[in-house]
């Protein structure tokens, strides 16, 4: 099994979110990707934050219909912050060694990685996928890594990739980045401004419904 995980606060999940999660399952040829929205999420505001069971509901709509595309609930069903490291653990251990568990996160996202519980952990437990934009050449990624993850990661041109002698590999994929945050998305909503086209309609209804955002 070629797993794809990709965690996010999905504050609303948006198109930019989608498409990534549709390129990189392409590009990586894996079975499924699961959509995770944290139930707690460490690092945000919580203020702001839509209850978690709507957050899901948002993706499960979201991706209805989407093959291979699918919503992960495991971050609510535990107790506790969100964090990364047990959910790579719990699939670890859910569909053996035999898989592989690929990461999937934006360069914003692993930009911030060292502030993850046990961050180092990961990397020996699933391959990170860390996304840019088409034309950007993740700068500065290389010495992010050496400096924060490990010395022993060595770049491979060919398969733009960073291999390291005992732990996963990290992965560069650029990928179509729609200009789409869900921050946006919030601002748009509180000003009573339309978001239609930047979120999938049944989304887009689930705000209007529960007014979300405002
Ligand atoms: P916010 O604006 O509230 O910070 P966000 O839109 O960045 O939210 P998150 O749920 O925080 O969304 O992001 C989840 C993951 O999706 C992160 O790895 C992030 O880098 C990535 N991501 C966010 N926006 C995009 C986008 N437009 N295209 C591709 N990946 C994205």
Known sequence: MRLGLFGGTFNPIHFGH??????????????????????????KDADDVADALDRLEMVRVAVEGVPSLEASDIELARAGPSYTIETLRYFQNHFGAESAIHFIVGQDAFSEITTWKSYQQLFATAHFVVMARPGSRLKGLEGFIHSHISRDYQYEPASNRYV???????????????????????????????????????????????????
């Open 18 to 43: 989608l498409r990534a999660a549709v390129e990189v399952r392409e590009a990586f040829e894996l079975d499924k990707v699961l959509l995770i929205p944290s139930a707690r999420p460490p690092h």
């Open 164 to 214: 390291h002698p005992r732990w996963s590999c990290i992965f560069c994929v650029n990928i179509t980045h729609l200009d789409i945050s869900a921050t946006q998305i919030r601002e748009l909503t509180r000003q009573g401004r339309s978001i239609r086209f930047l979120v999938p309609e049944p989304v887009e209804d689930i705000i209007v419904k529960k007014a979300f955002y405002r």
